[in-house]
């Protein structure tokens, strides 16, 4: 999230120019990555997507106010494709099992 916010803080991002539609796949990429990492870390796809979405909307209202930064809601429609897809390849093959409970040492059964 840091490296995504630094980068859209700034008015040019480094290397070649990335007119639409190549900005897209940037947006789809990043979100991808930050969704891969989100769920990989939670064990869970809805809260990785969710996350993801919420930030990628708050960085193009971020971007709005940066001078020779664009902002709408294609780019935004594409951070939350990647973040699907980032979320769903963090987790395929474990279905829609949760996270194993972490045993609570005052457990009063022990």
Do not use: K, N
């Not at 639409?20 to 809805?46: I, K, N």
């Not at 902002?71 to 949760?98: H, K, S, Y």
């Amino acid at each position: 999230m840091g490296a995504i916010w630094w980068l859209s803080s700034s008015p040019d991002t480094p290397g070649p120019p990335l007119p639409h539609p190549r900005d897209w796949a940037a947006h789809f990429t990043a979100y991808l990555a930050l969704s891969f990492c989100l769920a990989r870390a939670t064990g869970r796809r809805g809260l990785a997507l969710v996350v993801a979405a919420w930030f990628g909307a708050l960085d193009e209202v971020h971007q709005a106010f940066v001078p020779g930064r664009e902002a709408g809601p294609t780019d935004w429609v594409f951070d939350v494709l990647g973040a699907w897809v980032g979320a769903w390849l963090a987790l395929r093959g474990r279905g829609r099992e949760r996270p194993a409970p972490v045993p609570v040492l005052s457990d009063p059964s022990r």
